[in-house]
């Protein structure tokens, strides 16, 4: 089936500081990417769509500046956390959508721990 | 608005033993009901879905879902489960978009 790799699996950081995390699409193109977050004991929630050359649309209460997405190719897209707080310690995971068949892939996600 | 609730946080049994993940759904327009599965250290993976037609859906590792549009359940079974089952397991509904929107996730643990 096909892949969608997400990266880094697990990262800490200071309070503060930005993490940049990535999210391909390995053997497919992707025109949408999603962007979830899950905290602990709860659902999945979409935070963000990414859509290749063109702004995110961002869900309600989800802060645009603070969670920059970028979709510059086909194949990737990256979601950054900007001067993380420990509030923002999630799991976040991406998913890509592929036209035909199964349509929604997939990462493994990522842990953030800000301390 | 859809949502999705996952009455079980957790569902621990016995290996051979059958078992039964509950999900209700709550949507004023009609559904596409999925399930996922995510394995320890991998990402979410279908395991089936509902969009049309017959209200009973197989995967092919022996889970089945049925929907129940007037109960508004769409509860995962296996009659009898293996150790490597032992995931967690999350319902999700859309509303015909892409976008997807997810129960809090049933543990499965599967013991020997």
């Known amino acids: 089936g096909a892949v969608v790799s997400q990266h880094p699996s697990w990262v800490i950081c200071k309070s503060g500081t930005s993490v940049k995390i990535e999210c391909r699409s390995l053997?497919?193109?992707?025109?949408?990417m999603f962007w979830y977050r899950q905290f602990p004991k709860q659902s999945l929630m979409l935070m963000a769509t990414s859509n290749e050359g063109s702004k995110a649309t961002y869900e309600q209460g989800v802060e645009k500046d603070k969670f920059l997405i970028n979709h510059a190719s086909l194949t990737l897209s990256t979601l950054t956390v900007t001067s993380a707080h420990p509030e923002d310690s999630s799991f976040y995971i991406c998913s890509a959508y592929r036209a035909g068949g199964e349509k929604l892939f997939f990462g493994s996600g990522t842990q953030l721990s800000v301390l | 608005a859809q949502s999705v609730t996952q009455l079980d946080s957790q569902v621990p049994v016995f290996e051979e033993a059958p078992v039964e993940l509950r999900c209700n759904y709550s949507?004023?327009?009609?559904?596409?009901l999925f399930w996922y599965v995510q394995y320890p250290n991998q990402g979410l993976q279908l395991l089936l879905k509902?969009?049309?037609?017959?209200?009973l859906v197989e995967s092919i590792n022996g889970f089945e879902a049925e929907f129940n549009k007037s109960q508004t359940s769409f509860h995962l079974r296996k009659p009898s489960v293996h150790i490597s089952d032992t995931a967690e397991y999350f319902c999700?509904?859309?509303?015909?978009?892409?976008?997807?929107?997810f129960g809090t996730g049933t543990r499965l643990q599967v013991f020997p």
């Open positions: 053997d497919f193109q992707a025109t949408t």
């Open positions: 949507s004023s327009v009609s559904v596409y």
């Open positions: 999700a509904v859309s509303g015909g978009s892409d976008k997807l929107i």
């Open positions: 509902y969009l049309s037609g017959s209200t």
